[in-house]
């Protein structure tokens, strides 16, 4: 893995793991499938909360299915247990080197996956911008992207694995209705690795992200994005200037191939778009997402097609 600089290389090793909770303490480690040759997206999501109840989650999604596929599970686990062995019910995922490399693994009804995550760059920590991560979504958390190498099995019909997977680690409190509107955006190419996270909430607007190129890493500094809706307020494409703070900008053209509706808390949705992209002409994979008010995202989708731009 190349030298990156100081701000970013000394994240501890201990953050890879489980960590000690407050009791509105939420832990998350979420790996996202994005396979356009198969029409295939989806994401394998475990999370645990303070006292120990644990949830597994792989769905499923995309042109390859009639219906989203959607497995899960739920059970107490016990507080001894670590991300080195994190195991419950169809799950395991078990880390073997701190954000380097990843056992992943899921025995369903209709899903069996096993692989491993190889990291393409270091840890991205928003604790390592100078504002920080916004308190309320959590004391900290890092993005990184890789490389999955296994076996994705889906009723019975096999889907070799080498491919581009996202994953996004975070712990500590999060108050989902708190965000008016965000924007979660990942893109890899083979040379280009580029994430921001564009918070709305209070009145402000806060932005985290990087750029990783020619094995550099630096904090995003600003975004500019255009945006085309489907009648369903659904983002087809998002195409994005991002520039960091060295100065050095790239251009992301996003365009969906799956899509899904992710309903996880009373108060917003959050629409999933999974991507083709390409970054200064170079083809690679990315996600998508955008969190709305409910309440908006109703009174707004009948007039996105008027008025959006």
């Not at 489980?18 to 475990?46: C, N």
């Not at 096999?158 to 509107?181: A, C, E, K, T």
Request: aromatic content about 14%.
């Amino acid at each position: 893995m190349p030298e990156i600089t100081k701000e970013f290389a000394a994240f501890p090793v201990e953050h890879a793991y489980r960590h000690k909770l407050a009791d509105d303490g939420r832990e998350s480690a979420t790996h996202q499938f994005v396979l356009p040759q198969y029409g295939i997206a989806g994401f394998y999501y475990p999370t645990v909360r303070a006292n120990g109840h644990a949830k597994g989650r792989l769905h499923l999604f995309g042109p390859a299915f009639e219906a989203p596929i959607e497995e899960e599970v739920e059970l107490m686990v016990p507080p001894d247990m670590d991300f080195d062995d994190w195991r419950f019910g169809p799950l395991l995922m078990a880390v073997r080197e701190p954000f380097k490399t990843i056992d992943l693994g899921w025995v369903g009804d209709r899903i069996q996956f096993e692989g491993q995550w190889k990291a393409i760059h270091p840890p991205y920590a928003f604790s390592s911008h100078p504002k920080g991560n916004p308190p309320y979504y959590g004391d900290d958390r890092t993005e990184q992207h890789g490389i999955i190498q296994g076996n994705l099995r889906v009723d019975g019909r096999d889907y070799p694995l080498n491919d581009f997977m996202i994953r996004d680690h975070s712990w500590g409190p999060r108050v989902w209705g708190l965000n008016q509107h965000y924007k979660w955006i990942h893109a890899t190419t083979p040379s280009v690795s580029v994430h921001f996270f564009e918070m709305m909430s209070f009145g402000k607007v806060e932005t985290r992200g990087y750029l990783y190129k020619d094995g550099v890493m630096r904090h995003v500094a600003s975004v500019d994005y255009d945006i085309d809706f489907d009648a369903d307020m659904m983002h087809d494409r998002l195409r994005v200037t991002v520039t960091d703070t060295d100065g050095r900008s790239v251009f992301v053209d996003c365009k969906a191939f799956a899509k899904y509706q992710l309903d996880l808390d009373p108060v917003v949705l959050l629409n999933e778009s999974v991507v083709i992209v390409t970054i200064d002409g170079e083809e690679g994979t990315g996600w998508c997402e955008f969190c709305w008010n409910r309440d908006y995202l109703k009174f707004a989708t009948p007039y996105v097609q008027r008025f959006a731009w």
